[in-house]
């Protein structure tokens, strides 16, 4: 148990010093893989849009870190880049919303899942409720509800055409604002020195509706307990 315990406390670590300081890891990447970097970012971002299993896979920071690197024009291109990661955002989405029709609701049954947890889905449900069909844009900006806002369609709340939509929309919204701003503005020095406190910050900026929306709902529940 001992060992079971530090293995995953190791990987714990590797994680999080892969996710806090994803430019170096990034810059490695580029480095050594040169025009298979483009590939490999596009798993990642097809994977964490795509998959309700990889939710936790970095978005938003890797967008961000991608488009600094890209900046420095060693060897990729910006545009190029854009158009590949927007092409494995919509591919993602569109597999999502596949395997939502195919699966339903019921994977979320189990609730000592540690995949298909109730309150991611509970999360997701509030934004619709709160945004209809625009969820599916909005919750590009959004980790964990990017992921299953998707899924949740699929099962049966929109239709695929409607989806489409959306879905395009979304995806080349979410690329270029978080692409872009990473080359236009990751260069800067105040922001290349303190890349950590950024990746923190953008991961802040993501949740913070999510925490916006627990916080009115747990008012609001209170508000209601209080009443009765």
């Not at 978005?59 to 420095?72: N, V």
């Not at 627990?214 to 307990?225: C, I, M, N, P």
């Amino acid at each position: 148990m001992d060992a079971l315990l530090h293995f995953f406390n190791e990987l714990l670590q590797l994680f999080l010093d892969y996710f806090l300081h994803i430019d170096k890891h990034l810059d490695q990447l580029v480095a050594s893989a040169g025009g298979w970097s483009y590939v490999v970012l596009f798993v990642v971002i097809f994977c964490e849009t795509g998959l309700v299993v990889t939710p936790i896979l970095p978005g938003d920071s890797l967008l961000f870190a991608a488009g600094a690197i890209a900046a420095r024009g060693d060897s990729i291109n910006i545009h190029l880049l854009a158009i590949a990661l927007m092409a494995a955002a919509i591919l993602g989405d569109g597999v999502n919303y596949y395997v939502g029709s195919r699966l339903g609701l019921k994977v979320f049954d189990n609730p000592k899942s540690r995949i298909f947890k109730r309150n991611y889905l509970e999360r997701t449900q509030r934004f619709y409720e709160r945004y209809g069909g625009k969820t599916i844009i909005l919750a590009r900006f959004v980790p964990i509800v990017r992921t299953f806002a998707p899924f949740l369609a699929g099962v049966g709340t929109m239709t695929y055409a409607r989806f489409a939509m959306y879905n395009v929309a979304g995806a080349v919204l979410w690329v270029a604002i978080v692409l872009y701003s990473g080359y236009f503005f990751g260069g800067i020095p105040i922001i290349k020195n303190n890349f950590t406190l950024v990746v923190l910050g953008i991961i802040f900026v993501s949740i913070l509706p999510a925490l916006v929306g627990a916080t009115r709902g747990f008012l609001e529940s209170r508000r209601t307990s209080a009443a009765a």
